[in-house]
């Protein structure tokens, strides 16, 4: 990844491990969208006013790859960043990292945009501008 | 060609599961697999004590989901899960979640494992039992 995008910056909770002593493997799914949150609002449009807007991007593929554990109460960076926008999806990719810059894990989610009925629509325009322009720095 | 044995799990969707859009948040369909996978090792004879017993366990390398559709509170839904792959040291389930009463597919993916020494966590060789258990052939229990 040429482009860090968004860090986003906790620490592991006890309620994250499980019996091996190490957060559980769905956690990072909650953990990509702690960066996601964060990517959409440092953005200038969080996610939050998205959704108050009509627009609405439901999870349609999630993929994760785990090279190294996490335990309990180390301090963990997601960095966040937008892969692809499509007329109609987009797709965010995530890296995991502990204190020591070891990564943990990397994956991706994409998201298709859809309506209140959930139905697929165009990303509108003042969405699209904002998302594009990412693209532009980021390449 | 022989057809793989595929464990079938039910479960309920819980409150606690859904979400703020009033279907259930994503990172539980990994959940619902490992549910699948539990019952699966357990249906081949590979419970929790056995695994103690033989001093290996696994670590899930890799997770993927493709969600179709939603699943809402009170759903009825079938996990079936079935060994899609077995290799030296490493194999992978592959997972199908339904709506048990209509029959549509809410979501399908896969995980793999890297089998591990239960102490040193250093990846060792699947045993000839446990690949036996793996590519098991029979029938569902009764």
């Known amino acids: 990844m040429s482009d860090v995008g968004t860090v986003s910056r906790f620490r592991v909770r006890y309620a994250e491990t499980d019996a091996m ?28 006013r998205c959704e108050t807007e009509g627009v609405y991007f439901p999870v349609a593929e999630l993929s994760v790859r785990f090279s190294q554990p996490a335990f ?3 301090a963990i960076s997601v960095h966040t960043r937008l892969s692809e926008v499509r007329s109609r999806s987009i797709t965010l990719q995530y890296q995991v990292c502990d204190e020591t810059g070891t ?17 697929t629509q165009t990303i509108p325009d003042w969405l699209r501008k904002v998302l594009e322009e ?6 | 060609m022989t057809t793989p044995y595929v464990s079938e799990s039910t479960l309920r969707v819980r409150y606690a ?6 279907i259930v948040y994503y990172a539980n369909y990994f959940v619902w697999f490992e549910v699948g996978r539990v019952n699966y090792l357990r249906e081949v004879g590979f419970d ?4 103690e017993r033989e001093g290996i366990t696994f670590v899930i390398v890799e997770a993927t989901c493709k969600y179709h559709a939603p699943a809402r ?14 290799k ?11 709506n048990q009463d209509t029959g549509v597919l809410l979501a399908e993916g896969e995980t793999a494992q890297v089998v591990v020494d239960g102490i040193t966590f250093k990846p060792k060789a699947i045993t000839a039992e446990f690949r036996q258990r793996l590519v098991s052939q029979r029938d569902r229990p009764a």
């Open chain 2, 73 to 86: 509170f009170d759903d009825p839904i079938r996990v079936r899960t079935w060994v899609s792959e077995v």
């Open chain 2, 17 to 22: 599961e859904t979400d703020a859009q009033g």
């Open chain 2, 88 to 98: 030296t040291r490493s194999f992978r389930f592959a997972y199908e979640v339904h």
């Open chain 1, 21 to 48: 002593g190490i957060a559980h493997h769905s956690q990072y799914a909650i953990w990509f969208e702690v960066g996601r949150s964060d990517w959409f609002r440092e953005k200038g449009v969080s996610y939050a």
């Open chain 2, 48 to 51: 929790d004590r056995q695994r």
């Open chain 1, 72 to 74: 309990y109460d180390s």
């Open chain 1, 134 to 139: 990412d693209r532009k720095r980021s390449s």
């Open chain 1, 103 to 119: 990564l943990l894990a990397t994956g991706h989610t994409r998201h298709i945009c859809v309506n209140e009925e959930r139905q």
